[in-house]
């Protein structure tokens, strides 16, 4: 999908389950090509649907995702080229792993800035790399400003490899932390600052060369970040 003309709040596919829907349905959304839109791929109401993302190009929008319930898996995407940021949390009930994916060139990887969270929101974040030559302003806010509420020992990171420019790495409830303060936080003792030196940029192909820092190196002993999308 290529729109030419986004909307606010629209996803260019968007998931709208009510809090009726049978706990045990689910949906795949794999193999796309989303680009142009505000919202790529949106879970918008609360229904408890497993949703499960994989082998997508995301592009060229806003967001990559916003994300405000169930339980996601999000796995082995290209999300590239995003304005704003590359995952958006609202303040709802989840648990969503984000894993092997590579976004590249998005100047917020996770975002909770327009609303923080009481509720159980549970974040694995493990095995990606997050690229960005522009961070202003962090690479990650978890509930950023100090009236919103937000669990930090409800997230967790392992074996991810950042590249990024700026001192503050986090903020969370109007505290900014460096990339090691962050990471104690998280209790990630295993993730990374590092280059992870991509097959060719200008042709998008986020392949990881053989002599790539990130090769072998995920915690199931493959490449961090996505497998090589075509």
């Known amino acids: ?39 790529a791929i949106r879970y918008k ?5 497993n949703m499960e993302v994989y082998e997508n190009r995301i592009y060229g929008s806003n967001y990559g995702f916003y ?18 940021a590359a995952f958006d949390f609202t303040n709802s009930a ?3 792993t984000l894993q092997h994916n590579t976004v590249y ?9 327009f609303e923080g969270t009481a509720a159980v929101n549970v974040i694995r974040i493990k ?10 302003d962090g690479a990650v806010h978890l509930g950023r400003w100090s009236n919103q509420a937000f669990n ?15 001192t503050i790495f986090m903020y969370s409830q109007g505290v900014g932390y460096s990339f090691s303060g962050a990471m104690a936080k998280l209790s990630d003792t295993t993730s990374v600052i590092d ?18 820092p990130g090769v072998n190196q995920a915690s199931d002993g493959t490449n961090i970040g996505s497998k090589c999308l075509q």
Do not use: Q
Request: with cysteine; charged share 10%.
């Open 195 to 212: 280059a992870p030196i991509f097959t060719n940029v200008g042709n998008v192909d986020l392949c990881l060369t053989s002599d790539s």
């Open 67 to 84: 994300l405000r319930g169930g339980t996601n898996y999000i796995h082995d995407n290209y999300i590239y080229n995003i304005a704003l």
């Open 105 to 113: 060139k998005s100047p917020l990887f996770i975002a909770t800035d």
């Open 1 to 39: 999908r290529n729109s030419t003309t986004p909307s606010p709040n629209v996803g260019g596919v968007s998931i709208l389950p009510e809090l009726a829907v049978n706990p045990a349905a689910s949906i795949k959304i794999y193999r796309n090509i989303i680009s142009n839109e505000d919202i």
């Open 127 to 136: 095995d990606n790399i997050y690229y960005s030559e522009s961070n202003p």
């Open 94 to 96: 989840m648990t969503t």
């Open 45 to 49: 109401h609360t229904g408890p649907i």
């Open 152 to 166: 930090l020992s409800l997230v967790s990171g392992s074996n991810n490899m950042y590249s990024y420019v700026g």
